[in-house]
């Protein structure tokens, strides 16, 4: 099975075992994790645009570029690894890059062997697995979901380590292109939480909403950035990274004081700009790469 992840500003695919045991262990994923990168508002800024960094597994383009998709498609499919079948399960709060991947999906299934057909399955919040006790469920960002559905199996992984039958509440940030710090219950509920501008999304608007700031990369955002900055660049450095990692950690200090009332209820963290946050957060918290694509590897079988 495939694994995709669609978000604002990219998307992450991989294999996987996807045994759909309710097992944080089981849920592995395995080669590497293929990226397809463009920049959410990179078309609408007038500025030169930072050169972006590609690899062996990671393309940049533009989110209507279809070459993109297939060159994504091609290396997923073409990994070593065995995958009973060809059978995608796809997470996606991108409605333009679903169409572009489905479309690639399509146009490489026409040369694919009549014996293994492909399927895609899109995600909803039906088959994510945790119930969402929000006004809207169907309206909570899928990304969101499987994040809380992945921490749920972490956390109940964490409970039998630990020789507790009873888990505690978790919180789940996910550091993306939108910033979200969630809220899951000691019953295993998705309660809602808080979404912010992630740090290249800031960096971005800062850039389309001015004259004269530019536009930096978002790499330019290190652990800890030099403060007081003494030029232009080092000053959006520091602010930016002061909005990522003092929004989480104040969030995160009001979750557990105001609705767990305990210091120790654990933090799950993941995403691009994940590891930024994480020593700036009081333990418990933890780093989990992919939480997303873990989701869905734990979603509800065809």
């Known amino acids: 099975m495939i ?53 062996e597994n990671r393309r940049w383009t533009h989110i209507d570029d279809a070459q993109g998709y297939e060159w994504l498609v091609k290396q997923v499919t073409s990994q070593e690894h065995p995958v009973d079948g060809v059978i995608w399960r796809i997470g996606s709060v991108n409605r333009k890059a679903l169409e572009h991947l489905v479309a690639a999906i399509e146009k490489n299934a026409k040369f694919a062997p009549r014996e293994t057909p492909i399927i895609y399955q899109v995600i909803n919040h039906r088959l994510v697995g945790i119930e969402a006790q929000v006004d809207y469920p169907e309206k909570v960002g899928i990304d969101r979901l ?19 039958s009873v888990r505690s509440p978790v919180i789940v940030v996910q550091a993306g292109t939108a910033l979200t710090v969630d809220w899951i219950d000691a019953q295993g509920r998705f309660q809602g939480g808080s979404i912010l501008p992630g740090a290249g999304l800031a960096l971005q608007y800062l850039a389309a ?8 990369p978002t790499d330019s955002i290190d652990r800890l950035p030099a403060l007081p900055g003494k030029n232009t660049e080092e000053a959006i450095a520091a602010g930016v990274h002061a909005s990522l990692v003092g929004g989480v950690r104040y969030l995160v200090e009001r979750y ?11 933090v799950v963290i993941s995403g691009g700009d994940g590891r930024l946050v994480l020593e700036h957060i009081a333990a418990p918290a933890t780093y989990v790469e992919n939480l997303v694509l873990l989701g869905l590897a734990l979603c509800e079988p065809l």
């Open 256 to 266: 557990r004081q105001e609705i767990g009332g305990k210091s120790e209820i654990p």
């Open 3 to 55: 694994l995709v992840d669609i978000g604002n500003s990219g998307l992450r695919a991989c294999k996987s075992n996807c045994d759909n045991r309710v097992d944080y262990i089981s849920a592995k994923i395995f080669g590497p994790v293929v990226k397809l990168s463009w920049s959410s508002i990179g078309q609408k800024i007038s500025k030169h645009r930072p050169e972006p960094a590609e690899s």
């Open 209 to 216: 909403g001015t004259d004269q700031l530019p536009w930096l």
């Open 146 to 164: 499987l994040a809380a559905r992945a921490a749920n199996a972490w956390n109940e992984s964490r409970s039998r380590s630990e020789g507790r």
